[in-house]
């Protein structure tokens, strides 16, 4: 079955990766190319977010995944008074490594005759207002791998401590079964008792009444510079250690 070709290669992917960053088991699922969700999000996160047909033309299907970080680099960030090295390098990597899947996957469905497309794994954004064209994330709720917690992060089964991709695909999957209601993963959306990421947001990007997308910018923009040695570093990750970074912190 193609659906389980799928995840064994990216299952595959993970296990044959030989670079510094380790990682647990990923989540994969599939979801129709005209779900209404990807409509909804032209309402909900831009008038300007692609839909699936925008991608690839005859698009029927798309593939999300999303690679979960070992607990070692979760706990090395949290443990740092500065963004970790191990964080940093753990973005760089799985871009790479998304990156490198994607073009995998595509190999795979081209030799059944079907076509592939995708968008970058980051920096798909516009770069004056900072709103994705193809939020990822966006696209793994609407397969139902997770849903978005206070932090603006997308919390799934295994947490919201990793990177998500996606690709667009003429072939017909079979969509993953997404419960009918909304399975609540944020302490904070499920009873307010939660705001450890509020707090460990070293910048105040993160309040109860909302988030400033450039604050939060501009602190990922000095991490850049700060681990310039490793290419594109803008990454912060702070307020992805806490509760729910390894798995759904609502039980």
């Not at 139902?144 to 017909?172: D, K, P």
């Not at 947001?201 to 040695?229: H, I, K, M, T």
């Amino acid at each position: 079955m193609l659906e389980q070709e799928i995840r064994t290669l990216i299952e595959n992917s993970i296990a044959e990766f030989t670079g510094a960053t380790k990682y647990r088991s990923p989540l994969v699922a599939f979801v129709a190319a005209g779900n209404p969700g990807f409509v909804r999000l032209q309402t909900e996160v831009d008038p300007a977010h692609l839909l699936p047909e925008d991608i690839l033309a005859d698009a029927q299907s798309v593939i999300s995944f999303f690679l979960p970080f070992a607990k070692s680099i979760v706990a090395a960030n949290a443990r740092s008074d500065y963004t970790a090295r191990e964080w940093a390098v753990a973005y760089v990597e799985t871009n790479q490594l998304i990156a490198g899947i994607c073009a995998a996957l595509s190999a795979l469905l081209a030799q059944q005759g079907y076509q592939s497309g995708w968008e970058l794994p980051t920096h798909n954004f516009d770069p004056l207002r900072l709103i994705s064209r193809w939020s990822h994330k966006s696209v793994g709720v609407i397969a139902g791998l997770g849903s978005f917690g206070l932090h603006q992060m997308v919390i799934t089964a295994q947490g919201c401590a990793g990177r998500f991709g996606s690709l667009v695909t003429t072939a017909c999957l079979t969509p993953t079964v997404v419960p009918a209601t909304k399975t609540e993963r944020c302490r904070y959306y499920a009873d307010g008792s939660c705001r450890v990421c509020v707090q460990r947001c070293p910048v105040g990007a993160l309040r109860e009444e909302g988030f400033d997308r450039a604050l939060c910018y501009e602190r990922c923009l000095e991490v850049d510079r700060y681990f310039s040695d490793l290419g594109l570093t803008d990454v912060c990750g702070k307020c992805a250690t806490g509760p729910c970074a390894l798995q759904s912190a609502v039980r």
